[in-house]
């Protein structure tokens, strides 16, 4: 979106460089970022910047990988913010955008277009909000977010639609579940098709994928190292229990668990609830 000021020179929404954040177009820069200067993201020694959406585009684009069968990640490159992915999940009853990034180009639009378009955008959680309002309105698509986080948006639309409670429906087999803990309204993203029908979870960082690929871990801080309690992770792993899931899809690159999901969840809480409560085990 652009404004012009009384002066009439062009005003560009306003980007934060270290989370990715788009806030409302105006005369100045935003003074801060509340999204960085919260104690789950940080505030870089080098002090707060702004970029745009065309200055972006004139440095970055998006990536496209296929996962499987309808499900193709979506990155930018080089890193830009937070540095994590979007997804595209394509059904027999529309194409859900999972998470945001901040990149939306001219390249992304003609391909997800010619996929079909989006029908509804959902995303876990406030870091990766960005520039979903952009998205949104390309796309004429319904954006969902948590009721628990609506103080987290800094830019708000008209196709912002808030959802609350623990699960919400968005297409047949794509069910928005909130986990809570990085966010109270932190969600995942259950895709009962995905794996040939053994089911997908889109985790996000609610549930973060770690190098192993066979646990995720959970933190309220992941910049600073601030874990979670002992009965939020029980929280979390008895909300996503009722699901049946083969894989679970993070939020970075080379960030998957492929097989077994579910057991590899329930034991990564298993295991971190121990570490907390008796310590080193063995
Ligand atoms: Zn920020
Ligand atoms: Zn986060």
Known sequence: MMVRTQDNTAMECPICVTCGTQYPAAAAEPARCPICEDARQYVPVTGQRWTTLPALRAT?????????????????????????RAWLLRTPHGNVLWDCIALL?????????AF???????????????????????????????????????????????WSGDTHSLLDGVTLVRAGGHFPGGAVLHWRDGRDGRGALLSGDVLQVVPDRKHVSFMWSYPNYVPLPAAQVRAIAARVEPFDYDAVYGAFWNAEIVGDGKAAVAASARRYIAMLERGPLG
């Open 116 to 162: 079909g378009g989006i029908s509804a955008i959902a995303i876990s959680h406030p870091h990766y909000y960005t520039t979903m309002v952009e998205w949104a309105n390309a796309f004429d698509a319904p954006l969902w977010l948590h009721a628990a986080d609506r103080d987290w948006v800094m830019r708000d639309d008209t196709a912002i639609r808030h």
């Open 60 to 84: 970055h684009n998006n990536v496209f990988r296929r996962y499987e069968e309808g499900l193709y990640a979506i990155g930018t490159q080089p890193a830009f913010a937070i540095g994590q």
């Open 105 to 113: 180009d001219d390249a992304t639009l003609d391909i997800v277009r």
